[in-house]
């Protein structure tokens, strides 16, 4: 039979993985991702545990996927037209969502060293966004002459996302303004 099979039971829910990826925001700024649970995040989204469990296998990829998509974390790039105009608008918003995620983000970051699924699945999803977002002002850079063509794109992509990521342990409070502005005249203002 050349038939497809029917798919038996209902459609999906499109409200549904709204709802379990904003109780999953939520409960991570609550309770931190070690205490966080599936349960928990289906109670408060107001659906079943199989219903969660059909869109995430796990913890972890449920929490990747709400930390991406639904604290705001990754900014639009901005185009001023100038290397340090495009990186400190870039880091100010990036700064300003990390603001309004800060909690869920703090869960999530304090336990990337702990759980190797945790960092793989932070890494492809927030980090590599944040850096492909910060590599296009810095090969924008390049194309208008502000940086020589033989600058290290990788290299220059990794630096603030790195140094913003570790502003927390080392000063024990949220990067603000200031070290956004400390970034971008020490490393991308061209002389």
């Known amino acids: 039979m050349a038939e497809r099979a029917q798919r038996r039971g209902r459609p999906r829910d499109p ?15 609550e309770v931190g991702f070690a205490r966080l649970t599936m ?3 289906a109670a408060r989204a107001g659906v079943g545990k199989a219903s969660v469990y059909l869109r995430w296998p796990n913890k ?19 185009d001023t037209g100038s290397l340090p105009g495009d990186m400190r608008t870039f880091l100010r918003a990036l700064l300003r969502t990390f603001g309004t995620a800060s ?3 703090a869960a999530v970051t304090g336990e990337v060293g702990s759980h190797p699924e945790l960092r793989a699945a932070w890494r492809q999803g927030v980090t590599t966004a944040l850096t492909g977002c910060v590599r ?14 033989t600058s290290d794109t990788e290299l220059l992509s990794m630096l603030p ?25 020490q490393f991308y203002t061209p002389a």
Request: charged share 25%.
């Open 15 to 29: 409200g549904v993985d709204e709802s379990v990826l904003t109780a999953a925001v939520e409960l991570l700024a």
């Open 39 to 41: 349960e928990q995040v």
């Open 60 to 78: 972890v990829a449920l929490v990747a996927e709400a930390i991406r998509h639904r604290s705001g974390v990754v900014p639009d790039v901005p």
């Open 103 to 105: 909690q869920a983000m």
């Open 136 to 149: 296009e002002i810095v090969e924008r850079a390049v194309a208008r002459g502000e940086l020589p063509a």
């Open 161 to 185: 996302i790195t140094l913003l990521q570790s502003w927390r342990l080392e000063h024990g409070s949220s990067p603000d303004d200031a070290a956004a502005e400390r970034i971008v005249s």
